[in-house]
T-cell receptor
């Protein structure tokens, strides 16, 4: 069953701790994306990757880091430098990153920092 | 990426047609227009994409005038389950996939 999987669905962390959100896809897609969504707001792009071992900052990259060592995996680390990390995080992938291709999203991880 | 402008919210009733217009005045020649739908606490899902004139699928229709400076997503005979946020995206050959605030459509009984 092909798709994009984010885990865990809910995550709680203490303030000051780094936390890594998992995103795995078995769609053989080259491009992957991370977004943040706050209540009542749209999606904001954190990082994106066009291909393995390459990634670019999105619109709100400060306080986040990513890696793309494998085509299937694009983990996001929320560092202690992120001032307001509590949010809904969404991962997406596209076949080759070109515009006229559909993006597929995971079900999201809701991170709460206390 | 071409900047897009769409209404923040729209209200409708079951059985009505909902039309959401997106403005993209600086759309480039190679740009496609894509719409996504997002339900609460879920990731967005692709609805429809077009380049010019009209595109229709089982979910919606997309109308694009000749100058392509705007587009209209049409949802026929909406039901309560069509209550969602709808995003209009415009761009071409650009790996960056940026979403705006979207239009919140609320369907009432």
């Amino acid at each position: 069953d092909g798709g994009i999987t984010q885990s865990p669905k809910y995550l709680f962390r203490k303030e000051g701790q780094n936390v890594t959100l998992s995103c795995e896809q078995n769609l053989n897609h080259d491009a992957m994306y991370w977004y943040r969504q706050d209540p009542g707001q749209g999606l904001r792009l954190i990082y994106y990757s066009q291909i393995v071992n390459d990634f670019q900052k999105g619109d709100i990259a400060e306080g986040y880091s990513v890696s793309r060592e494998k085509k299937e995996s694009f983990p996001l680390t929320v560092t202690s430098a992120q001032k307001n990390p509590t949010a809904f995080y969404l991962c997406a992938s596209r076949p080759d990153g070109l515009w006229d291709t559909e993006a597929f999203f995971g079900q999201g991880t809701r991170l709460t920092v206390v | 990426l071409a900047k897009t402008t769409q209404p923040i919210s729209m209200d409708s009733y079951e059985g009505q047609e909902v039309n959401i217009t997106c403005s993209h005045n600086n759309i480039a020649t190679n740009d496609y227009i894509t719409w996504y739908q997002q339900f609460p606490s879920q990731g967005p899902r692709f609805i429809i994409q077009g380049y010019k004139t009209k595109v229709t699928n089982e979910v919606a229709s997309l109308f694009i005038p000749a100058d392509r400076k705007s587009s209209t997503l049409s949802l026929p005979r909406v039901s309560l389950s069509d209550t969602a946020v709808y995003y209009c995206l415009v761009g071409a050959l650009d790996y960056k996939l940026s979403f705006g605030a979207g239009t919140t459509v609320t369907v009432r009984a």
